[in-house]
Every structure is written in structure tokens, then in C-alpha cells.
């Protein structure tokens, strides 16, 4: 299948720093990306859509100011989540759309990233 | 608002046996419904990807099936191993968008 990479994959940083968590899509071209958030045994929760060239959309009770996205070429999106706290620790997961079907593409996924704000 | 919801959340069993996944959403018009395997603090990898118009796709011992107008798909797994332990996700795209809806995952343990 197609690789989502993601990079860091854990990253520890203090408190009111900012975070830069990349994704690429290595053997496609990947027009649509998407960010999750996954708590411990909760189910991964979207939090943007990022679309290429253009800005993100943002799911309800998202703060765009403090997670943003910027997806500048068709095979990269950053998240960058600024001023972390420690209520920001959690686990992103990237993933982007692959397949030419339109809607029926199908949604490979990243690694994921573990961050902790101390 | 589409929910999915996966039974059981755990399951334990031992090394050989036969089993099945479930997982079932509210709203029926989807266009595809894809199930993932999650290692502890890992990423999702791809299992079986089911188009709308699809009843069932294989993949090994994996088999997942899906009845679109009672909202439900199975996962099943044969002869599982212990290699198969893991969270099985499933997730459902709607008509909105190309996001995936996920259920909170079913934690599988099988023993040797």
C-alpha cells in the first residue's frame, strides 16, 4: 500500500514552546491530508482537513490559531501546535487520501507522533 | 452526525481459534468502509478497504464483511495467532467529505 511518513514520532518539549509535526505522503501525490488526535482508549478524533494551497478546515472546537496546518505541496502538511501545554499532550496522526476513485480512495495513515508538553 | 460503534471493546482468546470483530454505524449512506489494526503507540495500518457497493473483501485469514442497510460489517479472523494482537479500528467514510468516522476499537489479545 501507500506510505504516510511521519516525523517526529515522539517529541518532549516545554511548556509555551511551539511543535512542528510533519507528514508526507512518499509514493503518491496526496491533494487532501487529514489530522487526527487519539486519546488513551478513545477514538481517534479529526481535527482538520488540510487541502493543498489553500487553508485548512477545521473541525468544530479546534483552535485553528494553535494547531496550524499548512499543506504546501502534494506531498507534505505540517502541524504546528504553538504555546503547548501540557493538556496539548496527546498522539497526531496524519493521513492522506490515495486513489483516483474520488471518495472511494482509500485513507492511508502516519505513524503518528507522541507528543508531550512538560 | 455518523457514529460508529465496535463490540466487543475486548476480547481474549486463545491461539487457533476462529473470531469475529463487530462494528456497526448509524448512518447508511457511506461511500466506504475501511478496518485498520493499531500496535500500541503506533500508527494505523490498512486492513481491508470495502467499497459501498462491495459485500466482502479477503485478505488472508482476514475477511470483512458489510450489510449497508443495516449499518453493520464484521471482521473475521481465522486460525488467529498471536501476532494478531492489537486495537482493530473501524471506520466509515460518509457522503461528507473524504474523512473517516472511527469507532473506539476492539483491544484483541490472543494467547499462546
Known amino acids: 500500500g501507500a506510505v504516510v511518513s511521519q516525523h517526529p514520532s515522539r517529541v518532549i518539549c516545554k511548556s509555551g514552546t511551539s511543535v512542528k509535526i510533519e507528514c508526507r505522503s512518499l509514493?503518491?501525490?496526496?491533494?487532501?491530508m487529514f489530522w487526527y488526535r487519539q486519546f488513551p482508549k478513545k477514538s481517534l478524533m479529526l481535527m482538520a482537513t488540510?487541502?493543498?494551497?489553500?487553508?485548512?478546515?477545521?473541525e468544530q472546537g479546534v483552535e485553528k490559531d494553535k494547531f496550524l496546518i499548512n499543506h504546501a505541496s502534494l506531498t507534505l502538511s505540517t502541524l504546528t501546535v504553538t504555546s503547548a501545554h501540557p493538556e496539548d499532550s496527546s498522539f497526531y496522526i496524519c493521513?492522506?487520501?490515495?486513489?483516483?476513485?474520488?471518495?472511494?480512495?482509500?485513507?492511508?495513515f502516519g505513524e503518528g507522533s507522541r507528543l508531550t508538553v512538560l | 452526525k455518523q457514529e460508529v460503534t465496535q463490540i466487543p471493546a475486548a476480547l481474549s482468546v486463545p491461539e487457533g481459534e476462529n473470531l469475529v470483530l463487530n462494528c456497526s454505524f448509524t448512518?447508511?449512506?457511506?461511500?466506504?468502509l475501511q478496518w485498520f489494526r493499531q500496535d500500541p503507540g503506533k500508527g494505523l495500518t490498512s486492513l481491508l478497504l470495502i467499497q459501498s457497493s462491495q459485500r466482502e473483501q479477503t485478505s488472508g485469514r482476514l475477511n470483512a464483511s458489510l450489510d449497508k442497510s443495516s449499518g453493520r460489517s464484521t471482521l473475521y479472523i481465522a486460525a488467529s495467532q498471536p501476532g494478531d494482537s492489537a486495537t482493530y479500528l473501524c471506520a466509515v467514510k460518509s457522503s461528507s467529505g473524504y474523512a473517516l468516522n472511527f469507532g473506539k476499537g476492539t483491544s484483541l489479545l490472543v494467547t499462546p
Open positions: 448512518d447508511s449512506a457511506i461511500y466506504n
Open positions: 509514493d503518491f501525490q496526496a491533494t487532501t
Open positions: 493521513s492522506a487520501h490515495y486513489g483516483a476513485g474520488g471518495d472511494t480512495g482509500e485513507l492511508f
Open positions: 488540510s487541502n493543498e494551497g489553500s487553508k485548512a478546515t477545521y
